[in-house]
């Protein structure tokens, strides 16, 4: 990691650190979540849910929460080019790729803590005690997730300048992403046109990946899952990359 990486890479971690609000703020759609759908269907028999409903989404809600805070951390970049920060970045005699890397692995790092504070609440909540070597698998993947939908979000806001109309394109392709996911139903029993539309979701493989690690099973192979939302974060990185050396301030 070069100094400029590392550099922009800790300003987006002090920020995240510093913003109290932001940090609590961002517990409350899972834990709503968690709680309400949890405790409300449990009493259901879900047929794939295995080990009750409550504990089958808590990787999902887990994986909805990285999601969901790496997506929408490319709206520093909206917020970068209005402030002009963005521009003096820019003209420094560093490379774009390093400052796309450090916003990236910014973006990455806040969604992989609030991802592991929800982690703790819903371990606590659905009283579930993975091993070492689950909590390693899970943590692989939450990193993916961060670090692909990291990428996705500053490609977006590389060819945006207003932050409104970023939240309502980023709202318009992450709810479909989630939704269709797996992270609440089991695609075991999912309609067969559902099941399909739900393997062209890299957020699935993300999902069934910490699902493994979590509860021990998954719907679909974990080393499938790995390689398919790797390469999707690969691709990510690359796109992401390409639209933020096009950007101009």
Known sequence: MSSATYTIWLRNLKRYIRSKSRIFGSLGQPLFFLVVLGFGLSSLNIPGATGGYLKFII??????????????SGIQIIWDKQFGFLKET??????RLSIMLGQTFGGATTALIQGLLIMILAFVIGGIFPSAMGLIIALVFMVLIGLAFTSLGIAIAS??????GFQLIMNFVIFP??????????????????KIITYFDP??????????????????????????????????????????????V
């Open 59 to 72: 990787p999902g809600i887990i994986a909805m929460t990285v999601l969901f805070t790496s997506i929408f």
């Open 177 to 194: 992403i989630f939704l269709l996911s797996g992270a609440l139903f089991p695609l075991t029993d999912a309609p067969k046109a559902l």
């Open 203 to 248: 957020m699935t493989y993300g999902v069934e990946g910490m699902r493994y690690g979590i509860l021990g099973s998954s719907s679909i192979n974990p080393l499938i899952c790995f390689l398919v939302l790797g390469g999707f974060a690969a691709l990510m990185i690359l796109i992401g990359s390409i639209l933020f050396k096009k950007i101009k």
């Open 159 to 164: 060819k945006m300048e207003d932050m409104q």
């Open 90 to 95: 820019l003209v420094a005699p560093i490379s």
